[in-house]
């Protein structure tokens, strides 16, 4: 597509229930970004794709977080047993290669509210 | 640990000023990126700086990098409405790590 698109834009779910995120990158980028961005904060890291493989997932805050991305193009992000803590917009982001000083394009993100 | 500080957090300024918005990095970073966010939509590339002494210009935008200092600059020349919106900056350290971001109000 044109650009990096996500879906949905905005989920409400209550706390304890399991959610999916879904981040559509740029036809051909190799390298998927996830990102968590709190209000007035900048973006968090939680984990990189390069093809299929999660080449780096450290920024993963603990283990109800899982992101896939099956075939090297669209990516999920899992959330098992939501808490309130999670609230967040979570931001996609893709590039062509994935080296270092690459432009990152970013899609317009998820809002997640946990209730 | 790679941290990155931005200021001011927040700048209201009068259309047609100059002003600056800082970037400083705890250790070594070999990229320095700042983006452009406006309210409730994504982040936009504006500059990639790779190098020591690089400078950048688009518009009435214009950014610099001093690895020494550790120092990125973001120079808004004779400001316009336009221009309002949070300016982040990031360093690399194999990820990106940003600064809390810059929320600017320009005023007609």
């Known amino acids: 597509g044109a650009g990096v698109s996500q879906t949905p834009s905005n989920k409400v779910t209550e706390k304890g229930k399991y959610v999916e995120l879904r981040c559509d990158p740029i036809?051909?980028?190799?390298?998927l970004y996830w990102y968590r961005q709190s209000l007035g904060q900048g973006p968090e890291f939680l984990i990189y794709f390069q093809g299929t493989g999660a080449a780096d997932d450290s920024g993963l805050p603990n283990d109800r977080f899982f992101a896939v991305r099956p075939e090297g193009s669209v990516s999920t992000l899992k959330i098992q047993r939501t808490e309130r803590g999670d609230s967040a917009v979570y931001l996609c982001a893709s590039s062509l290669t994935g080296r270092d000083g690459e432009k990152l394009f970013f899609g317009s993100g998820t809002q997640l509210s946990v209730l | 640990e790679l941290k990155v500080e931005q200021n001011p957090l927040f700048l209201s300024m009068q259309e047609g000023k100059n002003y600056t918005i800082y970037c400083n990095y705890s250790?070594?970073?070999?990229?320095l990126y700042w983006y452009r966010q406006d309210p409730g939509k994504s982040l936009e590339s504006l500059f990639v700086?790779?190098?020591n002494g690089a400078v950048k210009q688009e518009g009435r935008l214009m950014a610099s990098l001093d690895t020494k200092a550790r120092l990125s600059t973001l120079h808004i020349t004779a400001a316009v409405h336009d221009l309002s919106a949070t300016y982040f900056c990031a360093g690399s350290n194999y990820q990106l790590i940003w600064g809390a971001g810059t929320k600017l109000i320009i005023k007609p």
């Open positions: 036809s051909g980028h190799t390298a």
């Open positions: 250790t070594t970073s070999d990229r």
């Open positions: 700086l790779l190098s």
